[in-house]
């Protein structure tokens, strides 16, 4: 599997509005991108700091995987992103490791990227999401 660096970390929240002054005016990063997802139920608000992105991901539906995740285990890191140079390769060689795929095919996600997720069940309890950058 060919990962160059961490894309993103993940974070839910409950609130975008209540969650993006602690990254601007206590950590002094700049929130460049507020984009929904629809077909995740999901908004999201984006920093970068280096060449890793923070995502806050706020539910836009009580049924959505994020309102879950705050449900049962409160707000927090929700998953880490990994960047790869071909998804379908990477999900091909970790599934034939044994890894549990969440998604068996590359899928839209924020910023026009291709993501698909491994189970954490698979990955030692680590939502991991693998994301391919189409633009670059």
């Known amino acids: 599997m060919n990962l160059s660096h ?40 984006f920093f970068k700091i280096g060449q890793t992105k923070i ?24 998953h880490v992103a990994f960047a790869t140079d071909n998804l379908p390769e990477a999900l091909a060689k970790a ?9 068996k095919a590359p899928r839209p ?3 026009g990227l291709e993501i698909a997720f491994l189970h954490p069940k698979s990955t030692k309890g680590v939502l991991t999401e693998l994301c391919f950058d189409p633009n670059n």
């Open 109 to 111: 996600g924020a910023e």
């Open 95 to 103: 599934e034939a490791k044994g890894v549990q795929l969440i998604d």
């Open 55 to 78: 995502e806050l991901l706020e539910p836009t539906a009580e049924d959505s995987p994020i309102a879950k995740f705050i449900e049962k285990k409160g707000e927090g890191v929700h």
């Open 6 to 45: 961490i894309e993103h970390l993940g974070i839910a929240v409950k609130s975008l509005e209540e969650s993006i002054p602690y990254y601007e005016e206590v950590l002094g990063l700049k929130c460049y991108s507020i984009e929904e997802v629809p077909s995740q139920k999901v908004k999201t608000a």
